[in-house]
C-alpha cells in the first residue's frame, strides 16, 4: 500500500467558495484542484519546469553508493519526481507536501506506477514535519523554497533531517530588483516570498553546514517551459473550459504571464543548485 500520513487538513475545492483559500503561505487556487486539472488537460507531467533534467544531470548523486539510501522530495507536488527516482534507481522515496489535493494526487499516481511501498507521502507543511529515526541521504526540492518566508528556519530543518554526507539538489528562483513591479505581480500572483540574487541561498548553505555548492541560471529553460505551458492553454482551451472555470483557466493564464514579463526584464530568473555537507 502506498502510504499517505496526513498531519493536517488544509483545503478545500476552491470553486465551492469562488475565492482563493490561504494555505499558510500558499495559495489553494494555486496548488488545489484546478490546477491539478488544468495540468492534466495540458499535459504538464512535472510542477516545476526542469522536469527530470535535473536528475539526469545530477544522475551520479542518485546512483552510487548503491543501495539503502534515504531519499526526501520537499514539496513532492503529484509525486511524479519521486515516481521517476524510485524507478530508475530503485529507491524508496518520502515526499512532503503540503496541498492535501496534490498529496492524493501523488497517491493516485504512485499507486498506478506500481510503487505502492516504494514512496511515502506526508500531508504536512514541511516546517511541521517530523520523521523519526530518518536521516536523509539525498534531498530534492524543486520549486518550492520560495514557499517559505523564513529561509534560516527551512535550512535549519533541511540540516536537522539530513545525513553528514548528505546532497540538497534545488531549483528556485532569484531577484535582483525586488521592487520591479513585474516580480511584484508575480509574487503575488504566485505567493511566494521573494528571494535575494543568484548567490542569494550561498550563505544559508554555509550558515547551515552544506559546504560545496554549485549554482546555475536556468531561467531560459524556464521560459521555455512556461511559454510551451502558455501555448497548451491556447490550443486545449476548449477542453480547459470542460474541466475547470473560465475564471480558473484565465487565472493560470495570468500566472504565466506575470513570469514570462518578470523574467523578460532579466530581473527576476530561475536557478538550479547542488549543494553537499
Ligand atoms: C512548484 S510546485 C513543485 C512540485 C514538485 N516539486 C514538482 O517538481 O513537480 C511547489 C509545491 O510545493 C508545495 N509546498 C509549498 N510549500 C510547502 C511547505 N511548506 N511544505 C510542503 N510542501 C510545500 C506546494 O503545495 C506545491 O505542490
Redesign the pocket.
Known amino acids: 500500500m502506498s502510504r499517505i500520513s496526513k498531519e493536517q487538513t488544509l483545503t478545500r475545492d476552491s470553486r465551492q467558495t469562488g475565492a482563493p483559500i490561504m494555505?499558510?503561505?500558499?495559495r489553494s487556487d494555486?496548488?488545489g484542484p484546478d490546477t491539478i486539472r488544468i495540468s492534466e488537460v495540458i499535459g504538464r507531467?512535472?510542477?516545476?519546469p526542469?522536469?527530470e533534467w535535473p536528475v539526469e544531470k545530477f544522475h551520479a548523486i542518485f546512483e552510487s553508493p548503491p543501495a539503502a539510501k534515504e531519499i526526501l522530495?520537499?514539496?513532492?507536488?503529484?509525486?511524479?519526481?519521486a515516481i521517476h527516482i524510485a524507478r530508475k534507481f530503485n529507491q524508496r522515496i518520502c515526499g512532503?507536501?503540503?496541498?492535501e489535493a496534490?498529496s492524493q494526487v501523488a497517491l493516485k499516481n504512485i499507486s498506478k506506477a506500481n510503487l505502492t511501498g516504494m514512496i511515502k507521502i506526508i500531508n504536512?507543511?514541511?516546517?511541521?514535519?517530523s520523521i523519526k529515526g530518518s536521516r536523509f541521504d539525498i534531498v530534492?526540492?524543486?520549486?518550492?523554497f520560495s514557499?517559505?518566508d523564513e529561509k534560516d528556519l527551512l535550512f535549519a530543518k533541511l540540516s536537522s533531517m539530513t545525513s553528514p554526507n548528505a546532497v540538497l539538489i534545488f531549483?528556485d528562483y532569484f531577484c535582483t530588483d525586488p521592487k520591479d513591479s513585474e516580480t511584484q505581480r508575480l509574487a503575488k500572483r504566485w505567493g511566494i516570498s521573494l528571494p535575494g540574487d543568484i548567490s542569494y541561498y550561498s550563505r544559508f548553505l554555509r550558515r547551515h553546514g552544506f559546504e560545496n555548492h554549485s549554482i546555475e541560471d536556468t531561467t531560459s529553460r524556464y521560459r521555455a517551459h512556461w511559454t510551451e505551458m502558455r501555448r497548451r492553454c491556447i490550443d486545449f482551451e476548449p477542453q480547459l473550459l470542460v474541466a475547470v472555470s473560465d475564471q480558473a483557466r484565465k487565472n493560470y493564464l495570468d500566472s504565466i504571464d506575470s513570469i514570462l514579463s518578470a523574467t523578460r526584464t532579466g530581473k527576476f530568473g530561475h536557478l538550479l543548485c547542488c549543494a553537499k555537507k
Open positions: 494555505m499558510g503561505s500558499i494555486i496548488y507531467k512535472y510542477n516545476n526542469l522536469g522530495d520537499v514539496g513532492c507536488g503529484r509525486g511524479q519526481l512532503i507536501e503540503k496541498s496534490m504536512t507543511d514541511f516546517l511541521n514535519s530534492v526540492s524543486f520549486d518550492v514557499y517559505f531549483s
